[in-house]
């Protein structure tokens, strides 16, 4: 059980890091027209490779967040006929980890992370980057309320 713990504190402080990753990322981002200015280079271009960057690093946050999660409710007892990211944002609403309303906004957010690995889309991807500052409130919520001690 102890080895369990410890193995779950790791995953939790890697999850922990990605989200910060991300959060300085989405600063980056409001500043990108500035930068761009500073560079003398086109402020699309620059607004797109930091927007993509954002995508990229959510990508990685979420992954690492709902694995842990989903490690985190087996610790607790809970057990998934499937772990899947949605089966584990459901039984957090079950746990009372989540509101209802934090689970809808989980669900939504799974479906854009699978839409960022299903062929890239310009339109899509500008809409997935302006829900990621929501999302990335959601995921520290969720780290929060299952931080190992």
Same mark, same amino acid.
């Given at each position: 059980?102890?080895?369990?713990?410890?193995?779950?504190?790791?995953?939790?402080?890697?999850?922990?890091?990605?989200?910060?990753?991300?959060?300085?990322?989405?600063?980056?981002?409001?500043?990108?027209?500035?930068?761009? /200015?500073?560079?003398?280079?086109?402020? =699309?271009?620059?607004?797109?490779?930091?927007?993509?960057?954002?995508?990229?690093?959510?990508?990685?946050?979420?992954?690492?967040?709902?694995?842990?999660? +989903?490690?985190?409710? +087996?610790?607790?007892?809970? #057990? @998934?006929?499937?772990?899947?990211?949605?089966?584990?944002?459901?039984?957090?609403?079950?746990?009372?980890?989540?509101?209802? /309303?934090? =689970?809808?906004?989980?669900?939504?957010?799974?479906?854009?992370?699978?839409? #960022?690995?299903?062929?890239?889309?310009? @339109? @899509?991807?500008?809409?997935?980057?302006?829900?990621?500052?929501?999302?990335? +409130? @959601?995921?520290?919520?969720?780290?929060?309320?299952?931080?190992?001690?």
């Amino acid at each position: 059980m102890a080895l369990e713990k410890e193995r779950l504190q790791k995953k939790y402080k890697k999850a922990l890091t990605a989200l910060a990753s991300l959060k300085k990322s989405l600063v980056y981002l409001d500043k990108a027209p500035s930068m761009a /200015q500073c560079l003398r280079e086109d402020t =699309v271009s620059v607004y797109q490779a930091f927007r993509d960057s954002v995508v990229q690093r959510f990508e990685y946050t979420f992954d690492t967040t709902w694995k842990y999660v +989903g490690e985190y409710l +087996g610790l607790q007892g809970r #057990t @998934l006929e499937i772990k899947t990211p949605k089966a584990v944002f459901r039984e957090c609403l079950k746990a009372k980890l989540l509101s209802e /309303q934090e =689970v809808v906004l989980a669900i939504k957010m799974v479906d854009h992370r699978n839409e #960022t690995t299903h062929g890239y889309d310009e @339109l @899509l991807i500008e809409e997935i980057s302006k829900s990621i500052v929501a999302y990335a +409130g @959601l995921l520290e919520t969720i780290l929060l309320r299952t931080k190992i001690e």
